[in-house]
């Protein structure tokens, strides 16, 4: 499995921007499927987003879906979550994941028990 290295997460004031970024250590081939999720104590992780790189598809939950966005960059290897108009609520940590998927179908399904490749997690706090 591949290696992910986060970037540094920060604090922002509600209504505001960031951008988290997650590095591979290997090339991303067309059969991954890439993931961010966010996770706050004492809670399940949840899957914000999901992309898989093979036809570029994305989705996001309902929760994040026009304020979030994200990305992946065959050729610098890295996926990156552009989080705009922040919310209070979007407070977290924030991990991204990878793993090897058949297809978009299967790839959109899977939830944080079905990747096996981590980031380190990245905290994100958002001020009212």
């Known amino acids: 499995q591949p290696q992910l290295f986060q970037s540094e997460g920060g604090s922002v004031q509600s209504g505001g921007s960031l951008t988290l970024s997650c590095s591979l250590d290997r090339t991303l081939f067309d059969n991954y499927c890439m993931a961010w999720f966010r996770q706050i104590p004492g809670q399940d992780r949840e899957r914000v987003a999901a992309?898989?790189?093979?036809?570029?598809?994305?989705e996001y939950s309902d929760s994040v879906k026009g304020r979030f966005t994200i990305d992946a960059n065959k050729p610098k290897k890295t996926l990156s979550l552009q989080m705009n108009s922040l919310k209070t609520e979007d407070t977290a940590m924030y991990y991204c994941?990878?793993?090897?998927?058949?297809?978009?179908?299967?790839?959109?399904?899977?939830?944080?028990?079905?990747?096996?490749?981590w980031g380190q997690g990245t905290q994100v706090t958002v001020s009212s």
């Open positions: 992309s898989f790189i093979g036809n570029k598809h994305r």
């Open positions: 994941a990878a793993d090897l998927s058949n297809s978009w179908d299967d790839c959109r399904t899977r939830d944080a028990a079905e990747f096996r490749a």
